[in-house]
C-alpha cells in the first residue's frame, strides 16, 4: 500500500509564496504519475500539476507560470513551489501517485494540506 504524507501548507498574503512536499513510500519513478491537486470549498478537485515518470509534467492553466512542480528521487519526495499566490488558489491541496497498464489502474491520494491566501 502506497503512503504519501504532505506538508508545508499554511497562511500566506496575495503575492506570497509556499512550498508543498508529499513524501511518497516507495520511489516516486514507480508510479506512471505524481502531482497535485486542490479542492476548494463547493468545488471538484482539480489537477494542478503532475509530473509522468519520464519528467515531463502537466500544469493546469491557472497556474502555469506561478507553480513548479519537482522531485527529489532519493527523498521519494514531489514538491509544488508555489509562486505569486492568489486568493483563489486557496484550497484544500492534495497530492495523488497513479499506476496504470492494461486492465488496471491505482491511484492513491494523500490527506491533504490546507492552503490559504489572504487577499
Known amino acids: 500500500q502506497v503512503q504519501l504524507v504532505e506538508s508545508g501548507g499554511g497562511l500566506v498574503q496575495a503575492g506570497g509564496s509556499l512550498s508543498l512536499s508529499c513524501v511518497a513510500s516507495?520511489?516516486?519513478?514507480?508510479?506512471?504519475?505524481i502531482g497535485w491537486y486542490r479542492q476548494a470549498p463547493g468545488k471538484e478537485r482539480e489537477l494542478v500539476a503532475a509530473?509522468?515518470?519520464?519528467?515531463?509534467?502537466n500544469y493546469a492553466g491557472s497556474v502555469k507560470g506561478r507553480f513548479t512542480i519537482s522531485r527529489d528521487n532519493q527523498k521519494y519526495t514531489v514538491y509544488l513551489q508555489m509562486n505569486s499566490l492568489k486568493p483563489e488558489d486557496t484550497a484544500v491541496y492534495y497530492c495523488?501517485?497513479?499506476?496504470w497498464g492494461q486492465g488496471y489502474e491505482n491511484d492513491w491520494w494523500g490527506q491533504g494540506t490546507q492552503v490559504t491566501v489572504s487577499s
Open positions: 516507495s520511489s516516486t519513478f514507480s508510479f506512471d504519475s
Open positions: 509530473m509522468s515518470s519520464d519528467g515531463s509534467t
Open positions: 495523488n501517485a497513479a499506476q
